[in-house]
């Protein structure tokens, strides 16, 4: 079997995590899931730096833990990227780079120095010491770093959390090159959704250490029964999109499933493929198309399900065709009044600025 499997347990003073998932061979998985939830124990138990796990992790079909068998974590080609970027104080941004690169060298393996520095945007970071450079930059630096060990998996646990949203926002195209262009699959630990929806080709959801929901991204995000995991302020689902223009109002105009969305213009060259956030707190519905409204997205869809909560709200998932979904929280009250049922056309009405700049991001090799 191709990419990673685990099917292991690992028991801790009042916490037990107990995994069986296959994960995909290609593209970013994230890991998400609550704080404790168990996310980082389980990359340290795929990396082989928790020797208390039971159970088996194998790679590309070979073993890493067994029956018998155990794989020390340096031979296990995994690189790994930490909330802090960890860098070798002394040593310049190359030097950090070259540590690296001697590692994967004397492991046979080649890695592609100047694909990753451009990929990184590191060139004029190179002599630099860690000391000098700003969190985000640091995190690129040890983002590189790990890819140049050619690791045949790239275990990322939860890289942006110590960074500014700016900072955040400058980084995840990198995030996004690296998932693109590296050819490596990368597990991603995050409780951040929004990081999640921007990057993610399939979710693994963990809570109280076991998995709760597995598959992908785009299908999870957009399940109602899903949301309160999510959280409901915070669920919403992903579009995918393809770039047709960027207006001289400052508004760039993206073709989707169900019509036409124009958001707060964006840097992409015309035919990008790209996917968009929309969270579902931030739509309303309408059984006929809306008429004199100042929000200037309308989509168009099947209403497939409705799901109450436990408040007021109920989420509704429309159908826009292919396999995309769009996700609106509403009252109850709304609900009732509108009479909403499955089966029904309906539209969805989106505010042009309540998509911001980190909803808009490369939808990548999908
Ligand atoms: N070395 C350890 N010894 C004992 N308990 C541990 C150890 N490491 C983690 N735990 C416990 O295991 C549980 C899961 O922790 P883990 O860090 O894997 O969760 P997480 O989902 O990554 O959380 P966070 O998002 O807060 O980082 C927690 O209850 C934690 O206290």
């Not at 138990?45 to 079909?61: K, M, N, P």
Request: proline share 5%; glycine share 12%; with cysteine.
């Amino acid at each position: 079997m191709s990419g990673l499997a685990v099917d292991l347990t690992l028991d801790l003073p009042g916490f037990r995590l107990a995994v069986s998932q296959g994960f995909a061979p290609s593209g970013l998985t994230a890991v998400f899931g609550p704080s404790g939830s168990g996310k980082s124990s389980l990359l340290r138990v795929i990396a082989g730096l928790e020797t208390r796990a039971q159970g088996r992790v194998s790679f590309d079909g070979q073993d890493w833990q067994g029956p018998g068998c155990f794989v020390p974590p340096h031979r296990r080609a995994i690189g790994y990227v930490f909330q802090d970027a960890r860098l070798f104080a002394h040593l310049s941004v190359a030097g950090n780079l070259a540590y690296a690169e001697r590692r994967a060298r004397k492991a046979g393996r080649n890695p592609d120095r100047s694909g990753i520095v451009a990929a990184l945007g590191l060139e004029g970071l190179l002599t630099r010491r860690p000391s000098g450079l700003s969190g985000g930059e640091a995190q690129r630096v040890a983002m590189a770093r790990a890819l140049m060990t050619a690791p045949r998996l790239l275990l990322m646990d939860e890289p942006l959390s110590a960074l500014d949203d700016a900072a955040k926002g400058a980084i995840l195209p990198y995030i996004e090159a690296i998932r693109d262009g590296m050819r490596v699959p990368v597990i991603y630990v995050s409780h951040s959704v929004s990081e999640v929806a921007r990057l993610a080709h399939h979710i693994v959801m963990l809570e109280a250490g076991e998995v709760r929901r597995a598959g992908l991204a785009q299908d999870i995000l957009s399940d109602p029964a899903a949301a309160p995991a999510f959280g409901i302020r915070a669920a919403g689902s992903v579009l995918r999109a393809q770039v047709l223009a960027h207006h001289d109002d400052g508004l760039s105009e993206l073709a989707v499933a169900g019509g036409r969305l124009l958001v707060p213009g964006f840097a992409a060259v015309m035919g990008a493929k790209v996917r968009v956030r929309i969270a579902a707190q931030d739509v309303i519905l309408s059984r006929q198309r809306p008429e004199g409204l100042s929000a200037l997205n309308v989509l168009e869809g099947e209403l497939t399900d409705l799901r109450q909560g436990q408040g007021p709200g109920v989420m509704v998932r429309l159908r826009m065709g292919a396999d995309q979904d769009v996700l609106a929280r509403i009252t109850q009250r709304s609900a009732r009044a509108l009479a909403l049922a499955p089966g029904q056309r309906c539209f969805a009405v989106i505010k042009s600025l309540s998509i911001a700049p980190l909803d808009v991001g490369g939808s990548g090799p999908t």
